[in-house]
């Protein structure tokens, strides 16, 4: 079992900047992936920024240059700095992972972002 637990969203005002974290906990290690997804109000959950166990990225082309995913293995604990935040960011953000092909969701973080 794998246990997900987002924190850091929050109200911010456009320009502004949120950082969330994700912490595992259970049977995770540092060579599974992991990723952030939203989900904005009568929209379907899409993905905003995955980061390998090696470290490689990827990025949503709406979140690239203002949003940064990192982790840090040792805590067990994944990061997504946000910067720039635009209205269109609002939305609960989710953790995700995969551990032996099993996906594991967290239980999700409010961002609203108002002009």
């Known amino acids: 079992q794998v246990q997900l637990v987002e924190s850091g969203g929050g109200l911010v005002q456009a320009g502004g900047s949120l950082r969330l974290s994700c912490a595992a906990s259970g049977s995770i290690s540092r060579l599974n992936p992991m990723a952030w997804y939203r989900q904005a109000p009568g929209k379907q959950r899409e993905l905003v920024a995955a980061i390998t166990s090696g470290g490689t990225t990827n990025y949503a082309d709406s979140v690239k240059g203002r949003f940064t995913i990192s982790r840090d293995n040792a805590k067990n604990t994944g990061y997504l700095q946000m910067n720039s935040l635009k209205p269109e960011d609002t939305a609960v953000y989710y953790c995700?992972?995969?551990?032996?092909?099993?996906?594991?969701w967290g239980q999700g973080t409010q961002v609203t972002v108002s002009s």
């Open positions: 995700h992972t995969n551990v032996r092909l099993v996906g594991y």
